[in-house]
């Protein structure tokens, strides 16, 4: 069977569609010194890469036209001219959409296939899950009794995010975009109450009536209307860590919407945004306590998982339609 590979075919306007990306036969070079060739068995889809699909100045480099996307991975060592990695070794790193992969053993981190199934080091215990554990304890500090506010609730980032709220004492409350959605946040992940921002017919007055004693801490994935519904509902000395935006990611003009910052001043809001990379020096921290949780039962998660390589644009596709259930991810 060939060796493949997914370009980006061409910058997108507005909404990326299947003429994005272009598959394409794929040669691979002789293993160097410090090389390890890498065959993928699950690749992460995130929204950020909608971003890399722009010729933009960000804090990642935007993707090349003309070469393979690139997204978290986890996969099998095949070969290796790196010391430290051996065939058969477990591996996550940044890798090429691609069947296989030669990169260096400097871009791999070799992973304990007993502490969790493989998928959940892109999730759980990958960038989902230390974006909701960091952004959620540093930025939005939750003290027990407080209500926390999740947008894009049944994502990948959000559904651990109203968990480890739980976990803090904290009442939560989701904004999800289906009713299947709202039922599953609120049996099996313990969120207090889900409003479904599509069926709402005043989102501010649905957000008001399910945050009775107001909103203390607001984590924003999706920025949008839902964010301008959540703000008008802000207590004072609120915080909100601004994790996304994916409600503006595919817009071609510059939308107008309110004018927040008299709602900040007048509420002393603190409002952070914040990459993961931010706190690359305590991942491990982070890790064994996401881990510790899922161990002792105080975390759950959810998978949808997509099969086979030539699937990686529709999951992509997916995320900007709200098909996931947590992470969206493509077994290959």
């Not at 960038?127 to 990948?156: C, N, Q």
């Not at 105080?298 to 900007?320: C, N, R, S």
Request: aromatic share 8%; with cysteine; proline share 7%.
């Amino acid at each position: 069977m060939n060796k493949q590979q997914i370009v980006l075919a061409a910058r997108p306007k507005g909404m990326p569609d299947a003429s994005t990306f272009r598959f394409e036969d794929l040669q691979l070079p002789r293993l160097q010194s410090g090389d390890v060739l890498v065959e993928p068995t699950y690749f992460s889809v995130d929204p950020y890469m909608r971003g890399r699909m722009n010729d933009a100045k960000s804090y990642v480099p935007p993707f090349v036209v003309g070469e393979p996307l690139a997204g978290g991975a986890v996969g099998t060592v095949i070969d290796s001219q790196s010391e430290g990695f051996a065939p058969g070794d477990l591996v996550t790193g940044t890798l090429p959409w691609a069947t296989q992969s030669v990169v260096p053993g400097t871009a791999l981190k070799k992973l304990d296939p007993s502490l969790a199934p493989a998928s959940y080091y892109l999730g759980i215990l990958g960038m989902p899950g230390l974006t909701a554990y960091f952004g959620l304890l540093d930025i939005g500090k939750p003290k027990a009794g407080e209500t926390v506010v999740v947008s894009g609730a049944a994502g990948a980032v959000g559904i651990i995010v109203g968990q480890i709220a739980k976990i803090q004492g904290c009442r939560v409350v989701g904004i999800a975009g289906s009713d299947d959605k709202v039922t599953l946040l609120q049996d099996q992940f313990g969120f207090d109450a889900v409003v479904n921002y599509k069926t709402a017919p005043d989102l501010t007055k649905a957000i008001a009536d399910a945050c009775p004693d107001g909103v203390d801490v607001y984590f924003d994935n999706v920025g949008g209307a839902v964010s301008d519904a959540v703000i008008e509902n802000l207590n004072f000395h609120a915080r909100i860590p601004l994790c996304g935006q994916i409600a503006l990611y595919n817009t071609t003009d510059v939308p107008t919407g309110p004018r927040i910052q008299p709602m900040l001043l007048t509420r002393s809001v603190l409002m952070q945004g914040f990459i993961i990379g931010n706190y690359k020096d305590r991942f491990g921290e982070g890790v064994r306590q996401l881990a510790a949780w899922v161990r002792e039962g105080k975390l759950q998660y959810t998978e949808t998982t997509l099969t086979g390589f030539d699937k990686l644009p529709d999951a992509m596709l997916g995320l900007f339609s709200g098909q996931n259930t947590g992470k969206m991810i493509v077994e290959v």
